[in-house]
C-alpha cells in the first residue's frame, strides 16, 4: 500500500520557523520527483517546491524561494521542508507528493503526473 504521511505542521509567529517531514512507503521512491504543494482556503493548489526525479535538481516556487529548503534522507524515504522566515501568507495545508517529474517555470512548481500525494498537514503563520 502506497503512503505519504506528513507531519511537523502547527501553529508559528510570523518570522518563525517549523520543518516538513513526509515519511514514504510502499512505492520505489528514487524512481520519482517528490516534493510539496500547499493548498490555502479558498485558493489554488500551488508547487512549493521539488526535486526532479530526471536531474536531481531542487526547484522553488518564487513565493518561498530564500526561505524554504527541500532535502530527503533516501535511506528513510522521508522528504522533509525547512520552513524559514514563515509569513502569514504561508498558512496552508502542505501536502507532499510523488509523481513522474516536475519543473519551474517563471517561479512556478509544475508537477508532472502526481501519482501519489499525502492527507496534508496544517501550517498556521500567525501576524
Known amino acids: 500500500e502506497v503512503q505519504l504521511v506528513e507531519s511537523g505542521g502547527g501553529l508559528v509567529q510570523a518570522g518563525g520557523s517549523l520543518r516538513l517531514s513526509c515519511a514514504a512507503s510502499?512505492?520505489?521512491?528514487?524512481?520519482?520527483?517528490i516534493g510539496w504543494f500547499r493548498q490555502a482556503p479558498g485558493k489554488e493548489r500551488e508547487g512549493v517546491s521539488c526535486?526532479?526525479?530526471?536531474?536531481?535538481?531542487?526547484y522553488y516556487a518564487d513565493t518561498v524561494k530564500g526561505r524554504f529548503t527541500i532535502s530527503t534522507d533516501n535511506a528513510k524515504n522521508t522528504v522533509y521542508l525547512q520552513m524559514n522566515s514563515l509569513k502569514p501568507e504561508d498558512t496552508a495545508v502542505y501536502y507532499c507528493?510523488?509523481?513522474?517529474?516536475?519543473?519551474?517555470?517563471?517561479?512556478?512548481?509544475?508537477?508532472?503526473?502526481?501519482?501519489?500525494w499525502g492527507k496534508g498537514t496544517l501550517v498556521t503563520v500567525s501576524s
Open positions: 507528493a510523488a509523481a513522474e517529474d516536475c519543473i519551474e517555470d517563471s517561479g512556478i512548481i509544475y508537477y508532472y503526473a502526481m501519482d501519489y
Open positions: 510502499g512505492f520505489t521512491f528514487d524512481d520519482y520527483a
Open positions: 526535486i526532479s526525479s530526471n536531474d536531481g535538481n531542487q
